[in-house]
């Protein structure tokens, strides 16, 4: 523990729960310890990305129990984890063995979730850009679809007429099983990362519920397709307060309340609630929960929770920032202008927030020695930088930890979300290996690969290398 910047690390184990993370960050030092042991990070493979599957599974277990405690005896509750926050066929897999569906939001998405096994209809398909093709596919596999806007629907309308379109194969399809509701957007506001607010006035998500004639044309759009059962919203992300979270839930709640006295019947039985749980990038403990979360809404919104409505959750980061570690290797320790600079293998390519947003994005970095132990020392003031090419490709800058020294570690925290699974080629930096580790219940740690290593001769590949000449041998005009 003692090579970590422990920023704010004194509320921990004063929120409920297992908000602590104290046997988490145990399990993520022995994790470190053996990977180095094992030859997972070494000289020759100076990065890797680690997962702990433990805190996964307990987190998993953590947004099943809070809603289980807040929702009436018997509703339908389907937590689909937002695949983008973590696009690994393997994570997926694990969720889904924890009751654990998933949010997609394009046909790569899609194509995963199924790989992993993920049943249609514990599936939701989100995207604001879909094609014909991705529709038709989704109303034949019977994967929930929340149209986006005014247009979406009317191509799904032609795909529910049972004997005009053509399905897959061109057979005529059969009217779907899928479960199909219209997102909107309440425009209660942003929060303070502008790129992940999806609920100002102008996001491009969703049916902008306050403009005017709006809402008039959901409540039509409802009363004439008695197929369209579900509402979703998502109304933001990391950096939107709790507050507003709950204003844009209680706002989609007010509006199948209004669509289905309105329609006479109560066609809408399932909101969609969104994800955007924000993690706490400053500390170990996890806050705040989703057991806080689940309260508040019952609090604010009781109606949701009465056994009127299904429920959908899509939680990304929430679930799996905190249990992801990237690791790098101090290649070089040098100093420049009096400031201490650790040259490491991990930037741009795996933390592409944080270092174009630093502001944003500040990460935690752990301090390792070459055996990968926690290093001990006086906290020294340097920057943390990576290996591409550019000056600003710095993981942390003006940091306090023990002197990071030629051949040590620095381990990048709680990037298990939208991190080291969003690879980024700069420098045509190869993707990392990603291994998930548990404890071996003989007081070590095993590990599973999750992705391994991206080759050069597939970054060749990847690269058009299959395509050599093809520039040279057009006319030269
Ligand atoms: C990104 C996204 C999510 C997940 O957001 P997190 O902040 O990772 O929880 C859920 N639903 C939709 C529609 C999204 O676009």
Redesign the pocket.
């Known amino acids: 523990m003692s090579g970590i910047d422990r920023t704010g690390d004194d509320v921990h184990d004063v929120h409920e729960g297992r908000a602590g993370g104290g046997e988490r960050s145990v399990r993520r030092d022995e994790a470190v310890r053996a990977a180095v042991e094992q030859g997972l990070l070494g000289p020759d493979t100076p990065i890797a990305g680690l997962l702990d599957v433990t805190g996964i599974r307990e987190s998993a277990a953590e947004l099943r129990a809070a809603f289980d405690a807040v929702v009436a005896p018997g509703t339908p509750v389907l937590h689909a984890f937002?695949v983008?926050?973590n696009p690994l066929v393997p994570v997926l897999r694990l969720l889904r063995d924890e009751g654990i569906g998933a949010?997609v939001?394009s046909p790569g998405e899609l194509a995963l979730a199924r790989a992993a096994g993920v049943a249609p209809e514990r599936t939701v398909l989100?995207s604001p850009a879909k094609t014909p093709a991705e529709l038709r596919e989704a109303l034949a596999l019977g994967i929930a679809v929340n149209a986006d806007n005014p247009q979406e629907l009317a191509r799904i309308d032609a795909l529910m007429l049972p004997h005009s379109p053509r399905g897959v194969g061109g057979t005529p399809m059969a009217p779907s099983r899928s479960a199909l509701g219209i997102r909107v957007n309440p425009q209660i506001g942003g929060g303070s990362i502008e790129a992940l607010s999806?609920a100002t006035a102008t996001s491009k998500f969703g049916v902008a519920l306050r403009d005017e004639g709006a809402r008039e044309w959901v409540v039509r759009a409802y009363a004439e397709r008695p197929w369209l059962t579900r509402l979703h919203a998502?109304t933001g992300?990391?950096g939107i307060p709790l507050s507003r979270m709950i204003e844009g839930v209680a706002a989609t709640y007010a509006l199948a309340e209004e669509i289905n006295r309105r329609i006479g019947r109560p066609q809408v039985d399932t909101v969609d609630i969104?994800?955007?749980?924000p993690v706490n990038f400053a500390s170990e403990a996890t806050t705040p929960t989703y057991a806080q979360y689940a309260r508040m809404l019952r609090e604010a919104v009781p109606g949701l929770f009465d056994g009127r409505y299904g429920l959908v959750t899509?939680?990304?980061?929430?679930l799996l920032a905190k249990h992801g570690t990237v690791v790098a290797r101090v290649e070089y320790a040098k100093s420049a202008g009096g400031r201490p600079v650790a040259v490491t293998h991990a930037g741009v390519q795996v933390a592409t927030r944080t270092v174009y947003a630093p502001g944003s994005w500040p990460l935690r970095i752990a301090a390792y020695d070459g055996k990968g132990r926690p290093k001990e020392g006086p906290a020294v003031v340097q920057d943390v930088a990576g290996p591409a090419c550019f000056a600003g490709d710095l993981l942390a800058e003006g940091r306090e930890l023990p002197l990071l020294e030629q051949g040590d570690y620095a381990a990048a925290l709680d990037t298990g979300?939208y991190y080291f699974a969003h690879h980024y080629a700069y420098n045509s930096l190869a993707r990392p290996g990603i291994y998930g580790f548990a404890p071996d219940g003989a007081g070590g740690m095993t590990f599973a690969t999750v992705r391994t290593a991206q080759t050069l001769d597939e970054i060749v590949a990847e690269s058009g290398g299959a395509h050599a000449a093809a520039l040279t041998a057009l006319p030269e005009g």
């Open positions: 937002a983008k926050a949010e939001a989100d999806t998502h992300s990391q969104g994800g955007g749980l899509e939680f990304g980061r929430s979300a």
